[in-house]
């Protein structure tokens, strides 16, 4: 049953002392089964609505290491954590990162490992991702047009990206998806052609509704692309239908009623925000963690990982902070308060 939420209202803030639980459930009874891990701040691309074109990108003595990463998500496990996404910045700029995957897919617990990427060097990595234990790969990709792309991106690599989805389903990860950030204006013109990609190659098409966590501030209302005006914009060229979801995920599905091809899914995060049923928490590339996407308060954990504290110290931590999860994101609304991190500092 899902949680009827007043994202006014805070948790009652709560010091964890006790037996540590067997599973993760905030003060509201949303139960976190799902971490996704930033491995790495920086990306060959500048998106406009991520990160601006000169960036100053971590130290590298900052980042948590391979075995900090592992050490935690251990640590997590028997608290009921199961599924794990890798995002950066862009994580295949971080060195190695099948080895990070295979130390990931052994931990007694975990069993689904997914990836964010923007695709550019996925052509020369998929198959040693898919060797390594990587279940499931999502790829940014907000334009299908050259000048365009280079445009939101400010870089000419669109077929570096499409060449890498091509690698992904060639080595066998099936469906692959495809995130689309909709931005009024922009995308609009796009949808057609974004619907024939998942009819004509079977991937799952994602539009994701344009959030405030841009670096450049450029963010406004009225550049928010309403997830039902996609659908309606779809349903018009292809009919579509309503996939049974269950909104243990943040996208709603939708089939095409003629059985051909992939997946459309929406994301709407501004417009119809899924908080009543978020299941998930974050850690940043730097070791803090994030139990809501726009959190405007963070855990150290790297400080506790290199600090003489013991993993049960730190697994109290844990569930500290879960339990005084926030009810919602708040965008929209008069106490809204922007995260002073973008995008690409937090983890896609």
Known sequence: MLVQID????????TFDGPLPDRLVDSLGRVINSLRISVTDRCNLRCT?????????????????YEEITRF???VAPLGITKLRITGGEPLIRKDLPELIRQ????????DIGMTTNGFFLKEHAQSLKDAGLHRVNVSLDTLVKEKFVEITRRDAIQNVLDGIRAAGEVGFRPIKINAVAIRGFTDEEIPGFAELARNHGHQVRFIEFMPLDADDIWENQKVLPGREIIERIDAIYPIEPVNNSRKEPATL????????????????VTEPFCD??????????????TCLFSISETDIRSLLRADVGNEAIAQQ???????????HKINQPDFIKPQRAMFSIGG
């Open 318 to 328: 844990v569930v500290e902070a879960v339990h005084n999860k926030e009810p919602g």
């Open 277 to 290: 049923h978020c299941n998930r928490i974050r850690i940043t590339s730097d070791g803090k963690l994030r």
């Open 7 to 14: 994202r006014n209202e805070p948790p009652e803030p709560r």
């Open 104 to 111: 990931l897919n052994a931990i007694e617990g975990i069993n």
């Open 73 to 75: 998500v251990k640590i």
């Open 49 to 65: 609505y991520c990160m601006p074109e000169e960036v100053e990108f971590m130290q590298r003595g900052l980042l948590l290491s």
């Open 254 to 269: 939708y089939r095409f009623k003629d059985g051909i091809g992939g997946d459309i899914g929406i994301i709407p995060s």
